[in-house]
């Protein structure tokens, strides 16, 4: 494809035929900005962030206090909290003495009489005497439908939750352009300008390694992710999903082994997933990335639904949207780098290629060595992704 961006390389102060207009150093973002955005697979799909200022680029995420807890029923008129779904410090954060719980699927509502014995919560029968004490050996969540307050009561404890600081590092992508005096020289068929076809061909090996990078990249680091080290490289959407926060540790709570072929209906369970780990709410963008051999799957899906007249010439079957029995439509994207093992949902609202800033994608003129002219195109990027374990998924594992 031609780029209509490469028009700058003449201009003053770019690579032209005077001597004193020649630079060290131009800037061609704009030649990979026009690839991105000409791209139809994943990288056409994230916006380009504001420029990051370190190497380990950083940014905040906060959220809200969950509405519910996970318990369990205990010895009588006790619920044990289920510690590693909900921990004390987050129980009491969101309850006080009389609020009213609702088991999730019940009309059954219970008033806590007590949180003092951490853990332990006790409570009594509200508006429903009959309701009769479920298995001790089962977790079930509870929400808050209420927390009474008087007047005279004193202001509650603070319960702002601590600000995360999540991370991800630069990687600097490079290629080289090297041009014989005897190669410029000479009259070539269909290129005019050798410098900039190279130029052309050089960004479109970087788009595509970028591309490879923000789907599977891993990032490469030093001791447990502690510092950038040389030769960094940045965690792309699979692993981000997988370990948001870099600790070596899989969290994976939007990451689904699905050890089974592609369906309908795990799909809607993903996006439910989500959903109930805060996803897909309001402002959300989310998009279905797969390969071919997930593409053509969905595609397949109730095919034999489909009703043709006999006249029609037209064959096949093609999808590029999915419709979550949630009422959220996700635009399916076919990516040739795509796992072929994998479906990711993605956030298109929360995700961004950051360049650092001063450092995006540009050309420098190299020393001169012999007859031979040489110019390096580089450009340092990172992966913004928030809140990687909430507003975004994953099926593997997919046969």
Not at 11 to 34: E, F, H, M, P, W
Not at 56 to 65: A, F, G, P, Q, R
Not at 107 to 123: C, F, N, P, R, V
Not at 218 to 223: G, I, L
């Amino acid at each position: 494809m031609a780029l209509a961006s490469l028009s700058f390389m003449t201009r003053t102060g770019g690579y032209t035929t005077t001597l004193a207009n020649k630079l060290d150093k131009i800037d061609c973002s704009q030649v990979l900005d026009a690839v991105l955005l000409a791209d139809k697979a994943t990288l056409g799909h994230i916006k380009i962030g504001t420029p990051g200022t370190t190497i380990e680029h950083n940014w905040i995420e906060d959220e809200l206090n969950k509405p519910y807890i996970w318990a369990k029923f205990g010895t009588t008129l006790r619920l044990t909290l289920a510690t590693s779904l909900t921990s004390t410090a987050e129980a009491q954060k969101i309850m006080r003495t009389y609020s009213i719980l609702q088991l999730e699927g019940s009309e059954k509502l219970l008033q806590i009489t007590s949180t003092a014995g951490g853990s332990e919560i006790t409570y009594v029968d509200y508006g429903n005497s009959s309701m009769v004490k479920a298995s001790g050996a089962t977790v079930k969540k509870f929400y808050v439908v209420a927390q009474p307050y008087r007047d005279i009561d004193d202001a509650s404890d603070d319960i702002s939750k601590s600000r995360t600081k999540k991370f991800n590092f630069m990687q600097i992508f490079e290629r080289a352009i090297a041009i014989t005096e005897t190669r410029a020289n000479m009259d070539m068929e269909a290129v005019i300008n050798e410098l900039q076809l190279q130029i052309e061909r050089r960004t479109m090996e970087v788009k595509r390694e970028l591309n490879i990078s923000v789907l599977r990249g891993r990032a490469y680091y030093s001791s447990a992710f502690v510092g950038r080290v040389e030769r960094s490289t940045f965690s792309g959407i699979e692993h981000f999903i997988l370990d948001p926060d870099l600790d070596a540790t899989n969290e994976a709570n939007n990451a689904i082994d699905a050890d089974a072929a592609l369906t309908q209906t795990l799909i809607n369970t993903l996006a439910y997933t989500i959903f109930g780990n805060g996803g897909l709410g309001e402002g959300s963008d989310p998009i279905i990335i797969v390969g071919p051999k997930q593409y053509r799957i969905i595609s397949a899906m109730e095919k034999e639904l489909r009703r043709v007249e006999a006249g029609e010439r037209k064959v096949g079957y093609y999808k590029d949207a999915f419709l979550t029995d949630l009422g959220v439509e996700m635009p399916v994207v076919l990516d040739r780098w795509c796992s072929d093992d994998k479906l990711i949902i993605v956030d298109r609202s929360k995700i961004a290629l950051v360049p650092l800033q001063g450092d995006a994608w540009h050309m420098t003129k190299m020393a001169k060595t012999g007859r031979s002219d040489k110019w390096q195109l580089s450009g340092q990027y990172t992966l913004e992704m928030r809140y990687a374990d909430k507003c975004h998924g994953m099926l593997y594992d997919l046969s």
